[in-house]
C-alpha cells in the first residue's frame, strides 16, 4: 500500500489542475482498488473484545469502514445495512441481544 508521505507522490499531486483533481489523485493512489480486501478483513476482524468499551471500538469501526469505502467507486459503497451487519458481527452476544430489531 502506497503511503501519502512517499516524496514523489507530493510532485505528482502538484501536476493536478485543480483541488478535486488532487484529491481524486491521491484516492486512487493510496486508496487502490486492489487494497480492498485487506481494509474489508481488518473489518470483518475488528471485534469488541480488543477495547474497554463502545465507545473506541465504534470509532475504531468508522475508520477502518472509511478506508474501505475510500477504495471503491460511489456506486459500490458499504452501506448502511452492510455496515451495521459488520459492525454487529463484532460485538459480544449480550450486546448483540440487546441491539435485535
Known sequence: MRSIMVPDICKLVSEENTTNNMLVFLQKTVFSNNHYLSH????????????????????KF????????????????????????LFHMGLFNRYKRTLRL
Not at 478483513?41 to 465507545?55: H, T
Not at 468508522?62 to 451487519?85: Q, S, T, V, Y
Open 62 to 85: 468508522e475508520e477502518l469502514l472509511e478506508n474501505a469505502n475510500m477504495c471503491l467507486d460511489p456506486e459500490g459503497l458499504i452501506k448502511d445495512r452492510e455496515a451495521f451487519d
Open 40 to 59: 474489508r478483513e481488518n473489518l470483518e476482524k475488528l471485534r469488541y473484545l480488543q477495547f474497554k468499551n463502545i465507545k473506541p471500538y465504534l470509532n
